[in-house]
Antibody
Framework: QLQLQESGPGLVKPSETLSLTCTVS??????????WGWIRQPPGKGLEWIGS???????YYNPSLKSRVTISVDTSKNQFSLKLSSVTAADTAVYYC??????????WGQGTLVTVSS | EIVLTQSPGTLSLSPGERATLSCRAS???????LAWYQQKPGQAPRLLIY???SRATGIPDRFSGSGSGTDFTLTISRLEPEDFAVYYC??????????FGGGTKVEIK
């Protein structure tokens, strides 16, 4: 069964760059059938799509975050990554990675809380 | 950008009752790309319904989805104790981008 696991610092200082990695196990990130993505959820709030990537490297970002987001893929490690620059307290959230199948978030990581604070 | 509006914000019901959750889109959504998720506290969302009406693997048949165009519904025919949670609808656009509704909390009355 496919599993995803987020990893990265749980605390980031304001104005710095948030960096997370999602490791995929039980399947290949290079499958042509899937996209891979990031979604976040501020404490007590709803879900916000950040962006998605295809194994070839094609990326799609939420327009509201596009200027600050970079998603990349490393097929050799079966991983994909998120970088969010110039973070503020508003970026404090649980960050989830997921596998997208025809636009549907089929499998999710457990999520990782990232707090932006000095 | 398509906006999804879920109603009600909170639904207070008793176990055994029927729950009807609404998801309305600001413009027409392809039924193929409308999904529903369940989220319990401290957990990642779980896919319930995709393609507006198809249950995901392992989802009990008390969960059903319907609708087309701009109006979609998730129905839980008889609430079990484990069904009290927050439910989100999601659509997948042509960009391709994903948007989520604001969620409906189903709580125990």
């Amino acid at each position: 069964q496919l599993q995803l696991q987020e990893s990265g610092p749980g605390l980031v200082k304001p104005s710095e760059t948030l960096s997370l990695t999602c490791t995929v196990s039980g399947g290949s990130i290079s499958s042509s059938s899937y996209y891979w993505g990031w979604i976040r959820q501020p404490p007590g709030k709803g879900l916000e799509w950040i962006g998605s990537i295809y194994y070839s490297g094609s990326t799609y970002y939420n327009p509201s975050l596009k200027s600050r987001v970079t998603i990349s893929v490393d097929t050799s490690k079966n991983q994909f990554s998120l970088k969010l620059s110039s973070v503020t307290a508003a970026d404090t959230a649980v960050y989830y990675c997921q596998q997208l199948v025809r636009g549907v978030c089929k499998n999710w990581g457990q999520g990782t809380l990232v707090t932006v604070s000095s | 950008e398509i906006v999804l509006t879920q109603s009600p914000g909170t639904l207070s019901l008793s176990p055994g009752e029927r729950a009807t959750l609404s998801c309305r889109a600001s413009q027409s959504v392809s039924s193929s790309y409308l999904a529903w998720y369940q989220q319990k506290p401290g957990q990642a969302p779980r896919l319930l319904i995709y393609g507006a009406s198809s249950r995901a693997t392992g989802i009990p048949d008390r969960f059903s989805g319907s609708g087309s165009g701009t109006d979609f519904t998730l129905t839980i025919s008889r609430l079990e104790p484990e069904d009290f949670a927050v439910y989100y609808c999601q659509q997948y656009g042509s960009s391709p981008e994903l948007t989520f509704g604001g969620g409906t909390k189903v709580e125990i009355k």
